[in-house]
């Protein structure tokens, strides 16, 4: 089984990746690695439930069981100590990153109020790409009415294998991810 996206990044991206840097290896043209989806969850510290309800959210709009991620310093002007639960995230790969990041790109992102697109100035040395929603319910999968509802924030990390930022921002607009003109 595979996904719309992965088919169209074989057999369209791929290529034109290849044609437009002259790159005559297929395996140096960039590919996406894997998709981490991080929740960072301040108020856990105070009530582990806020952290349970974030987790739950996370699953239901990935797909998959998030792993509660820990602090491993003592701060005390934040009152944490080490081994408070601070946060939850998942690492997608394969199938379930791209079936994420085609709902995210074609569903998600639209879906926000005077969306103008994503920034091209958000990858790292090594390019991979990071980007931040301020809230999970523009996600199909999350009830804003229920009543154990709380806006929480959320950063999407594209990591991304075999390229630099400028052939990484080409392949991530050809997958159709939408760039601030």
Known sequence: ???????????????????????????????LEKIVV?????EARDDIKNLEIAAADLAAITGQKPTIRRCKKAISNFRLRIGLPVGCK??????????????????????????NGVSKKSFDREGNYSLGLTEQSI?????????????????????????????????????????VK
Not at 139 to 152: K, L, S, V
């Open 90 to 115: 998942v690492t997608l790969r394969r199938l379930r990153m791209y079936e994420f990041m085609n709902r995210l790109v074609n569903v998600v992102l639209p879906r926000i109020r005077d969306f």
């Open 139 to 179: 996600f199909p999968e999350i009830d804003p009415t229920r009543r154990d509802f709380r806006a929480q924030g959320m950063d999407i990390t594209f990591v991304i294998k075999g390229g630099n930022p400028e052939k990484n921002l080409e392949m991530l607009r050809l997958l159709g991810v939408p760039f």
């Open 1 to 31: 089984m595979k996904s719309e996206l992965f088919e169209k990044y074989q057999k369209e991206v791929a290529p034109a990746l290849k044609e437009k840097f002259g790159v005559k290896n297929v395996m140096a043209v960039p590919r």
């Open 38 to 42: 991080n929740m960072g969850v301040g």
